[in-house]
C-alpha cells in the first residue's frame, strides 16, 4: 500500500520505533521533533504555536505530493514537565506543557482533518494520549489537563467525521506504562514534587513497563483500521478513547 505516516516526536521512545516500524512496511515515513529524526524530517518545537501552521502546511503539501491510499498522522509528541504542584513550579515552563499537551493537538489535528478531506484521502489521526487524562496525579497537573483536553477532542471530532461521512478517522490511543525517557525522568523525581514517585520506581524495579516496540506495534495495527473493524474484541469507532492494553 502507498501509504504516508506522519509521526511528532519521533526522535526517541515510541515514537522513534513507530517510525522504524512504519518505514520496515514500506510506509512513506515524514516526522516532526526538535531534534533530528528519521525519514522526511521537520524540525519544529510544537510547544511553540508559531510552528504549528509551518508542520501543517509542510504536512499538507506530502499529503498532495502523491496519490496515497491512506495517510495516518499520530501525535505522540508530549511533556510532562514542569513536575509539580500547580502555581509551585516554572510558569514558562508550565505555559509550555499547555501548549504542546492540550492546544497542539487540537489544531493540528483540526489542519490535517482538512487536508485529507480536500484531498478525498483514507486517513487516520491518531493521538497519543495517557491514563493521566483519565485521573489526576499529585505534580502533573497541565499533564493531566492537557490528556484529558486530548481525550475530548478526538471524542468531538470523532463523530463530527461520523456526520459527515467521512473516510476519517479519529482516534486516542493510552499506551500505558512504557520504558522511555520520560518513565526514567519520573522515576528521578523527589517525592516533594511527585509524591508517587516509589509506585513509579515499583513498576520499573518489578520489570512492569511495556517496550516501545511492543506498544509501537499496536499502534500501527491501530492505524490500519477503519471505521467498524474490530481489534482486540473492540469494534473501532470514530472518535475512541481507548488504550494498548484493551486492543491486545
Known amino acids: 500500500m502507498n501509504r504516508l505516516t ?71 509528541a508530549g511533556s510532562l514537565e514542569p513536575v509539580g504542584f500547580a502555581g509551585e513550579v516554572d510558569s514558562d515552563a508550565y505555559v509550555r506543557n499547555v501548549m504542546l499537551n492540550s492546544a ?24 497519543i494520549s495517557s491514563g493521566a487524562g483519565k485521573r489526576p496525579f499529585l505534580g502533573w497537573s497541565a499533564y493531566c489537563a492537557g490528556k484529558a483536553a486530548g481525550d475530548m477532542w478526538v471524542r468531538a471530532a470523532g463523530i463530527e467525521r461520523t456526520e459527515r461521512k467521512s473516510k476519517t478517522l479519529v482516534t486516542s490511543v493510552g499506551p500505558g506504562i512504557v520504558d522511555t525517557n520520560m518513565q526514567a525522568m519520573i522515576r528521578s523525581q523527589n517525592e516533594e514534587t511527585f509524591p508517587m514517585v516509589e509506585q513509579f520506581q515499583g513498576f520499573h524495579a518489578g520489570g512492569q513497563l511495556a517496550t516501545p516496540a511492543d506498544v509501537a506495534r499496536t499502534l500501527l495495527a491501530l492505524a490500519d483500521c477503519d471505521e467498524g473493524d474490530t481489534m482486540g474484541g473492540i469494534t473501532i469507532e470514530n472518535g475512541i478513547v481507548t488504550d494498548v492494553g484493551s486492543l491486545t
Open 6 to 76: 506522519i509521526i511528532t516526536g519521533a526522535s526517541s521512545g515510541i515514537g522513534a520505533e513507530l517510525a522504524a516500524q512504519a518505514a520496515a512496511a514500506g510506509h512513506k515515513v515524514a516526522t516532526v521533533s526538535r531534534r533530528p529524526g528519521p525519514g522526511a524530517h521537520m524540525a519544529a518545537d510544537l510547544a511553540d504555536p508559531n510552528t504549528w501552521g509551518l508542520v501543517s502546511d509542510w504536512a499538507a503539501d506530502l499529503i498532495v505530493s502523491q496519490p496515497w491510499e491512506r495517510v495516518v498522522f499520530i501525535h505522540n
Open 104 to 127: 497542539s493537538p487540537q489544531v493540528l489535528g483540526d489542519r490535517f482533518i482538512a487536508a485529507v478531506e480536500s484531498a478525498e484521502i483514507p486517513a487516520q489521526f491518531q493521538l
